[in-house]
């Protein structure tokens, strides 16, 4: 083991070794210690009783001391050769070192993992006085790569810690032809941060760096391999995506996350590749509701921009053709079926009426056909046609259906005749809508009270007709009947469409009804017409997949463009257009034929990204110096007197004594306070505390995000906010701290019965606790994080919750806001019921899940460490004002609800 540990150890400045060869002249110095001075009283008796006739004086210090003494003086000779452990050994010859990256959208996953690669590239470089010359393969504007000719290894690592990966495709051979042209002396070591793929001409650019001198390649590891997201496949309620890995060598589970507009998780699905696969299907099967307010989908895990998928309203298109023969009928429009059905869509977007020939002309996601209609066998057959390629046929019964039970365009067999409810000369009253089927597009909706059917075309029964019905009556009589036919949908009201049988037609309700039904239909693709449309930018990805507002770089697109040219730096991948016409750019689409080098140039053998961390050991050896020298001191104090342990110290030994003290207690200060400490710092300020779930990253977050947010408090609010604590809820006192974050774990550990005591005498003495899920991101309320706050509850005093509404007092006690946005957003937040607060009008509890202590979170620079999504910097801005209105909701009590009441008092006081 010490032979393994000798090899992995080397010396950048080994000649200093040369000073141990004085270890042995030191050790004859060093025994020399001159004798103590003694201290007598002057009195004559006392010194005449105090003289001995023998001199004894000391002409050699202690062995101890003097091996003391070399000890430091070794380590300091050591520390001066700069020992470094795990060397890299990758830097021979005496040319410079050269860094060609790949810095294109394939280069965003393991990014961190690469730059500190290369960083400690340039490190080594330093420590070894080499030059560095660097190359990027793609530029911010769009230009060919930029020459920055020779740098120093500080200059070069300042270069890479500001690079980010691009959107785009990079050019490796302009890259090369910067490389070739640079004139050094000696034999250069060339490193190639490669991205993994192939791409165009990848022999001939390994050779040609080659030529420049020593290549190694570098690539990233299987689950950092570019990965690329294709466009939904359409059908129904089913959203398939093709997703494409270059590496195929290994088995590979990839999470796919289904995002709103707003950033909101909608769903997530997992996709498996086994070795040898290079391409896998995602299924995303969501409600209706869901499905429209789909903007995109994404790796779980940020792997580059052709990793999003962007979903744009040509996904929702959906228009709507009323077969509407009206002029034909001897009905006054105002009453006629089709009138009420005219009214209901034209709000919900494209419509269009008249013969089915003429609706048929142009595509049509769905088609509405009143009962009034006349539909022909060549009509019937174009219909089945057009339902099975994915349309959505929506009908309407009355007398023409009730006597033409035979038809086959129904979801279910009809009776003859319909059935009649209420009459002067019947015993039966008008019924009421029931609920709806909970597998139903209207399973949202609730039935209205003062809607009554009078009369309607009855289904005969059968054995599936309870998974058709979508809609019933109180008397569980079917109302809304429909079945799939193909990748299309038949769907009956069993009633008219206007006010004849029912008063469906005069309600809210039955807008809703039809909005239900036409989100159900897969959509029609929009085209757009490229001749002269220029789209401009709206919101734009960066090479990591995240959106942000366009730069002013950025340029209109054409919609030729849109659909042939490949993204670039005037064209980032992203969503162009207006609200009334805006168009997904997708780099996918332009770039799905990638793949990894089959073989590789003679010489060429690849590496990964991964190295044996360089310890360095210079600054350990120094400080073990310093303290040996630091004892030394001491000891020497002790032996001349200077200190003397049965009297009273002087001056300069207490000195000497309250130094050293504190230079050895400062570690541990440092490091972790103590819980005496955190307590008497809590009665300087306000401290925000968080719970220690036991799970060391959580902790670590909670920890920076309310450092963070104490910065925040600290310059814009009165609160004097100290450094954040952790507690452990079991056992320290909770009393000293007005709000508790507690992020809630996937192993967090039920709560005892002294706990759940102890948390509920702090909550009924004031405290409040901000309950963060931190689910989000992963399927919001109702997933494994809130299933265990529900646990963790159990036994809390903890009342009836609602939503945060309009006009609480956490909307508007330091900033007026509405949303609550974390790291991730749309997560709704709880506070108590307003008739169960009773700690001075403050909610006991506060539950979400946003991760807010993510978004809070900085570093010791007071950098963010975490990135917020969708809003970046802005949504950061908005977590930060939420955290601000919770400790001064916490903080002032009632004092902000009479001021949010302060309308109302007044007006109060004026009657």
């Known amino acids: 083991m010490s032979f393994d540990l000798l090899q992995t150890l080397s010396f950048a400045s080994p000649w200093m070794l040369a000073g141990l060869l004085l270890l042995p002249a030191l050790w004859w110095l060093l025994r020399v210690l001159p004798p103590a001075p003694r201290r007598l009283a002057f009195p004559a008796l006392r010194l005449l009783m105090g003289l001995q006739t023998d001199q004894k004086t000391p002409n050699s210090a202690p062995w101890w001391l003097v091996l003391l003494r070399l000890a430091a003086a070794a380590a300091v000779i050591l520390a001066l050769a700069h020992p470094l452990l795990n060397p890299s050994k990758t830097l021979p010859g005496s040319g410079p070192v050269i860094l060609v990256v790949d810095d294109d959208w394939a280069s965003a996953g393991g990014w961190d993992a690469r730059m500190d690669y290369l960083i400690g590239l340039t490190e080594e470089a330093d420590r070894a006085d080499k030059a560095v010359y660097l190359v990027t393969t793609t530029s911010e504007d769009g230009t060919p790569p930029q020459d920055r000719g020779v740098l120093r290894a500080n200059q070069a690592k300042a270069v890479l810690q500001s690079l980010e990966p691009k959107a785009w495709e990079g050019d490796r051979m302009a890259a090369l032809r910067v490389a070739q042209g640079w004139q050094f002396e000696g034999s250069a070591n060339v490193f190639w941060a490669s991205n993994g793929l192939a791409g165009e001409n990848y022999e001939g650019f390994a050779t040609g760096l080659q030529r420049i001198g020593s290549l190694t390649v570098l690539e990233p590891g299987v689950t950092d391999g570019p990965v690329a997201v294709s466009a939904p496949e359409k059908g129904g309620a089913d959203l398939r995506f093709q997703v494409r890995r270059a590496f195929s060598d290994a088995d590979e589970r990839i999470a796919l996350i289904a995002r709103a507009v707003d950033g909101r998780a909608l769903a997530r699905e997992e996709v498996t590749f086994a070795p040898g696969e290079l391409d896998a299907e995602a299924v995303f099967t969501l409600p209706v509701a869901l499905r429209n307010e789909l903007a995109r989908v994404e790796t779980e895990l940020p792997r580059g921009a052709a990793a999003v998928s962007l979903i744009d309203e040509r996904w929702r298109d959906r228009p709507v053709g009323l077969i509407d023969e009206s002029a034909l009928d001897t009905v006054p429009a105002l009453l006629s079926e089709a009138y009420y059905v005219r009214r209901a869509l034209e709000p919900l977007g494209q419509l269009s009426f008249g013969p089915l020939g003429i609706l048929f002309k142009t595509e049509q996601a769905v088609i509405v056909a009143p009962d ?168 734009i990805l960066d090479g990591f997949g995240r959106l942000s507002d366009p730069s002013v770089t950025v340029t209109p697109l054409s919609g030729e463009d849109l659909a042939s040219a490949a993204p670039n730096a005037k064209n980032p991948p992203g969503f162009y257009g207006t609200k009334e016409l805006r168009r997904a750019y997708n780099l996918a689409d332009k770039v799905w034929e990638f793949e990894a080098p089959e073989t590789y140039p003679p010489g060429v053998a690849p590496k990964q990204y991964e190295a044996a961390a360089t310890i360095d050991l210079k600054p350990f050896l120094l400080t073990a110096a310093m303290v040996l020298l630091l004892i030394d001191g001491l000891v020497t104090l002790l032996l001349r007197g200077f200190v003397n342990p049965m009297q009273r110290p002087q001056a300069g030994g207490a000195a000497a004594l309250l130094i050293l003290a504190v230079l050895v207690a400062a570690p541990d200060r440092a490091s972790a306070q ?35 947010l104490a910065l925040v408090l600290n310059r814009r609010t009165a609160v004097e906010a100290s450094n954040p604590v952790g507690v452990d809820i079991n056992r320290d006192e909770l009393a000293f701290y007005p709000l508790l974050y507690w992020p809630i774990t996937p192993n967090q550990q039920p709560l005892t019965a002294a706990t759940v005591d102890r948390l509920n005498e702090f909550m009924a003495s004031g405290g409040t606790i901000l309950f963060d899920t931190r689910d989000q991101a992963t399927g919001g309320v109702g997933g494994n994080q809130t299933r265990n706050l529900r646990q963790l509850a159990r036994g809390l005093d903890i009342p009836t919750m609602e939503q945060v509404g309009p006009e609480h007092v956490l909307t508007k006690s330091f900033y007026l806001m509405q949303d609550f946005p974390g790291r991730w957003t749309g997560s709704p937040v709880w506070v108590e019921a307003g008739g169960a607060v009773s700690n001075d009008s403050v909610s006991r509890v506060i539950v979400g899940g946003n991760d807010w202590a993510a978004a809070w979170a900085v570093d010791d620079l007071g950098q963010p460490l975490y990135a917020v999504v969708p809003g970046g910097d802005r949504q950061r801005e908005m977590a930060y004002r939420f955290g601000v209105n919770v400790v001064m909701y916490t903080l002032t009590g009632n004092y902000k609800a009479d001021q949010v009441h302060i309308p109302a008092i007044l007006e109060r006081l004026g009657q």
């Open 674 to 708: 103590s819980r005496e400490q955190a307590i008497i710092d809590s009665l300087d300020g306000t401290v925000l505390a968080y719970v220690k779930t036991g799970d060391a990253e959580v902790d670590k977050t909670s920890q920076a995000g309310l450092y963070g």
């Open 372 to 539: 009034s209609t006349k539909l022909t066998d060549q009509d019937r057959g174009m219909l089945t046609d057009w339902i099975e390629e994915g349309g959505v046929l929506v009908r309407f019964a009355g007398p023409r259906l009730a006597q033409d039970i035979d038809d086959s365009l129904t979801p279910v067999r009809l009776r003859r005749g319909g059935r009649v409810l209420g009459g002067a000369m019947l015993w039966t009253e008008p019924l009421k809508l029931g609920p709806f089927s909970q597998t139903s597009p209207f399973a949202d909706l609730t039935p209205p009270e003062d809607v009554v059917v009078t009369r309607q075309v009855l289904a005969e029964p059968s054995l599936d007709l309870d998974t058709k019905t979508w809609a019933r009556l109180q008397d569980g009589t079917p109302l809304i009947t429909a079945a799939q036919r193909g990748q299309g949908w038949v769907v009956l009201i069993h009633t008219t469409a206007n006010a004849d049988w029912s008063t469906l037609a005069l309600s809210g309700t039955f807008v809703e009804i039809l909005e239900r039904l036409i989100d159900l239909s897969k959509g029609i693709t929009a085209t757009v017409e490229t001749a002269d449309v220029l789209l401009p930018p709206d919101r």
